[in-house]
């Protein structure tokens, strides 16, 4: 199973990020994905998702800012994080929607005000 997230970094207040996750093809070719994130001592949480037909939806607090997409070619799901908050700050991991129990690497993003 290949879930690896890519991209994050430290960012000021109102920075951007585009965050990367390789996805192996049979996950890719059947479920729907998701970017989750998990702050510190929170629980973790879907931000967006985007359907095997292409659909996406995301979360209130980050409508607007950050976008879900993906490239069939390359089996990579991508999320442009704009506008960015401290509140932001989280590990970001990719997964299939509903997730699976193993959520391989994720990606530190950390928003500095």
């Known amino acids: 199973v290949q879930l690896q997230a890519f991209g994050g970094g430290l960012v000021q207040l109102g920075g951007s990020l585009r965050l990367s996750c390789s996805v192996s093809?049979?996950?890719?070719?059947?479920?729907?994905m998701g970017w989750y994130r998990q702050a510190p001592g929170k629980q973790r949480e879907e931000v967006a998702r985007?359907?095997?037909?292409?659909?996406?939806t995301s979360i209130d607090s980050v409508k607007g800012r950050f976008t879900i997409s993906r490239d069939i070619t390359k089996n990579t799901v991508y999320l442009q994080m704009d506008s960015l908050k401290p509140d932001d700050t989280a590990v970001y991991y990719c997964n299939r929607v509903p997730p699976s129990t193993y959520w391989g690497q994720g990606t530190e993003v950390t928003v500095s005000s």
């Open positions: 985007i359907t095997s037909y292409g659909n996406t």
């Open positions: 093809k049979k996950i890719f070719s059947i479920n729907g």
